[in-house]
């Protein structure tokens, strides 16, 4: 199966760990420094701009409301996400449902 069709199929239930730095926000302007430590932080897709089926790009967002507030949104090209996952920089987990 095609990463992006796979990533359709399972965009309810996938987590990502994402190496990411945090944002570091003046007046109206937020943004990330190179200088800041890396935190590991789990995020999950959100498809309002992005489609998944476009085969494209894909938003990833922090999957709780402080996360979101301190590491922001990270978008990816689909193909770049997938070498990533290949190379060990992110992971990616399938939740599963309790029984």
Not at 40 to 45: A, G, M
Not at 46 to 60: A, R, V
Not at 67 to 92: A, P, Q
Request: net charge positive; charged share 35%.
């Amino acid at each position: 199966m095609e990463f992006y069709k796979y990533l359709d199929k399972n965009k309810n239930n996938l987590i990502f760990l994402i190496p990411t730095k945090p944002l570091r926000k003046i007046l109206f302007v937020s943004y990330k420094s190179s200088e800041d430590p890396e935190f590991i932080v789990p995020f999950r897709i959100k498809e309002d701009f992005y489609k998944i089926m476009d085969n494209y790009k894909i938003e990833l967002i922090p999957i709780t409301k402080e996360y979101k507030e301190t590491f922001g949104k990270e978008t990816f090209y689909i193909s770049d996400l997938e070498n990533l996952i290949k190379e060990d920089i992110v992971k990616m987990y399938i939740k599963i449902k309790e029984i």
